[in-house]
């Protein structure tokens, strides 16, 4: 001990002196290390090709749509590659993408790929995490998700809303009409926003069909209305590029920065509204005083029969799960929908030929009478061409462009790529639906693709190349009710109005888009000419 001491005094000594170059030292370490970190994938997935760390963030910077990103950076990255894997970073990290319809279904129909619980905690406390992130069924793994989902799912099998689809929907087009209206004197009508009255349109639908509330969008104007209002700040806020890529500045940063408190004050008031729908639906179905006990399942809202499933004794959610579930509800039920249905005005626009053999198979199947109709299930169910238009529109734009990462259980292989056990995966939902290497022409729209035998058909034999809803255990819950939706506004709207671009539009070339996780038109405005 006694032979130490002096070394000890020297090494103290030592310290004291360089205690600057020291610090600086371990700094500029640390700084050197965490580059490396954020800039390049870990050494664990260094044999697959990544997207350039810098390339992403200036595209992403300066809102970049996402088939600009996808043909700059991420398609080039991927083309070299067999196997259709590329790693990128994403805001929980370096994620691995998947592209390749083989991988997509063994990652989808497998339970060796559950959803990543880092999903959650990176997010925790951010806007998209306060409003999203908790026990919901989009985000739980295992048990959780299973029991959630046994209370939910016959809800959503039981209840195909067709009538109250076609009442909101009437109200669509009569919100278009009084919007067409020019306030100048001469005829020109003027052209719809389209994604904005979508999106009217899809809440009040879900608040009638999901909750048995009443949004009100498309009696306002949408800028009046508070839900439409207070939704989108908190979107438009939680998909800012430099938050959305770091949450971790807005956790620790939040309370400093005032544009960021005043968009968790107004997530604070819209999860306050959000509640006591909540509280007031399942009050009312404990007193028994809601009037839709009455009604038949196909017109009853799914929080009616969720409760009821409840009863029933097919489990039961805490007031918390029903809370996060709801948010969920109207994020994923209005949000994608109004996407889809904006899309597809477009892609009918710039095509008018399909828009005019869609008319046709509308008009066989409810007439041409001067007056508005309401479809029933039987009629909808006979509507091939537009299903086809539908699925060919989510194809080229699906709204859910990736899905929520999926964590690999233990080391595996994909396609006789090593994937690490811990490493997070995604599928890349755009990429895969415009990849040239599976589909042909991937950039043109062609309904064919989805006719009995067409190529969607004949490519099911590799895998899964189209998951605009997921597929598998964990495929999209709304899916019917969504589809269902589409084909009664599509047909309702092919009866009384034809629509084409505007000469001045500013998606002459291509469609705009915005939105990261979930994307729609940028301010598409479609002149619609009446028909009766
Ligand atoms: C065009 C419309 C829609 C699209 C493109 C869409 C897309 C998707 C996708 C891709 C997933 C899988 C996410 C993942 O696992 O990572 C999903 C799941 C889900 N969607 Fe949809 N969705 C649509 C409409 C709806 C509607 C109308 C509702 C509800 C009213 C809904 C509720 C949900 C829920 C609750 C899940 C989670 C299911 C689970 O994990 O068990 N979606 N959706």
Known sequence: MAELSPTIDILK???????????????????????????????SLRHIPHADFFALIKAIRKHKQIDDIAHEITFPTVANSTHGLYARFDNLGWTVH???PGIVKTILKSDAFPKSVNSIHTRRGTLAG?????????????????????????????????????????????????????DHDNDDVKPIDVHDISQRWALDVLGESA????????????????????????????????YFLLPSIERQFKSWIPERRKAHQELSKFLDMMSSIADHKRQALLNKKASSLDKNDHEKDLLTLMVEAEHEGQGRLTDEEFLSNLSVFFLAGHETTAAAVSFAIY????????????????LGIFGDDPHDILPTLEQTRELDYINRVIKETLRM???????????????????GVFIPKGTRLTVDVYELHRNPRIWNNPNQFDPERF???????????????????????????????SLLEQRVSLSMLLRKYEWSLPEDSIHKDKILTSGVGVIKP???FIKFTKRY
């Open 347 to 362: 892609y009918l626009a710039v095509h008018p030929e399909i828009q005019q053999k869609a008319r046709e198979e509308v």
């Open 522 to 524: 940028k301010d598409l």
């Open 397 to 415: 734009d699906p709204p859910a462009v990736s899905m929520v990462a999926r964590t690999a259980t233990k080391d595996t292989e994909l396609s």
């Open 98 to 100: 998947v592209t390749d």
């Open 211 to 242: 909750f048995g509330f009443q949004f009100n969008a498309l009696d306002s104007n949408g800028e009046d209305n508070e839900w439409v209002t207070r939704y989108n700040h908190i979107v438009q806020s939680a998909q800012k590029p430099l």
């Open 451 to 481: 006719a009995p035998g067409g190529e969607a058909e004949q490519l099911s034999a590799t895998g899964l190349p189209w998951v605009a809803f997921s597929n598998g255990a964990r495929t999209c819950i709304g899916m019917s009710f």
């Open 130 to 182: 306060r409003l999203l992130l908790g026990p919901n069924i989009l985000f739980l793994s295992g048990e959780q998700w299973k029991n959630q989902r046994k209370v939910i799912n016959p809800a959503f099998h039981r209840s195909m809303p067709v009538q109250i689809f076609g009442r909101v929907t009437q109200k669509m087009l009569n919100t278009m009409e009084t919007e067409m209206k020019s």
């Open 13 to 43: 000594t030592f310290i004291v002196e360089h205690r600057w170059w020291i610090r600086f030292s371990i700094g500029v370490f640390s700084l050197h290390f965490l580059y490396n970190k954020i800039t390049q994938p870990p050494a």
